[in-house]
């Protein structure tokens, strides 16, 4: 079966349980992703399956994607995605995945890319102490030492300095789920999941 299914992060909210205990939840919204194309190892070396989702106008398809949609005969969608499955041969162009299908999941794991935070220091990106704030002293925020003198004359992969931060993909795993709303294509699973409102995620079967 296709244990995932790709959505729209609406927002956090709270709701309440039947002993009246609060719980926080991100509501997902996750139309019914359609099946566009079947991947199989005889025809591209691995199986699986393409979901579409999304709607787009026609005439805001570029004429690559045209070309591909018109060949497998289906409607345009604004998002592409792949799912890997077990045997691709057990589905065809045309079958969609509903969040019904997660009706009797207990727990998801969510993928999406988190929130940039533009060009961060050490002290924000990695947690550095930093240096005395004051009493004359020239170390504040700088990430120090770097590497060593003459040998080997260079700075190590890896290190930690300032840089980019965030818009990294990022996978929480064992969300609970919460609740389904299957009229409205909702589902509710108790924490935070990476990046913004509206933002892309998949919500997959833990």
């Known amino acids: 079966m296709i244990n995932a299914i790709y959505g729209k992060k609406i927002g ?10 609060v719980i926080p939840v991100t509501v997902i919204q996750a139309e019914p ?15 699986a399956v393409q979901m579409g989702f999304g709607a787009i106008k026609p005439q805001r398809v570029n004429k690559p ?14 998002y592409l995605r792949e799912v890997r499955v077990e045997d691709a041969s057990e589905y065809k162009v045309g079958d969609t995945q509903t969040v019904a ?22 002290i924000k990106r990695y947690g550095f102490a930093g240096g005395p704030g004051g009493h004359g002293a020239h170390f504040h925020r700088a990430p120090g030492s770097v590497g060593q003198c003459a040998t080997p004359s260079r700075v190590f992969k890896g290190l930690r300095l300032p840089g980019h931060m965030g818009c990294d993909t990022v996978t929480v795993r064992n969300l609970d789920v919460v609740r389904i709303d299957e009229d409205q294509n909702l589902i509710l699973v108790k924490g935070a999941v ?3 409102k509206n933002g892309i995620v998949r919500v997959r079967m833990a």
């Open 101 to 122: 299908a997660f009706a009797d999941v207990a727990k998801v794991d969510v993928t999406g890319t988190s929130k940039g935070k533009g060009f961060a220091g050490v």
């Open 65 to 78: 994607m045209a070309g591909h949609f018109a060949k497998q005969g289906t409607e345009p969608t604004r």
């Open 12 to 21: 956090m909210t709270q709701i309440f349980v039947e002993d009246d205990t």
């Open 194 to 196: 990476p990046g913004g």
């Open 33 to 47: 992703n359609k099946v566009c194309q079947v991947k199989t190892t005889a025809t591209d070396g691995y199986e």
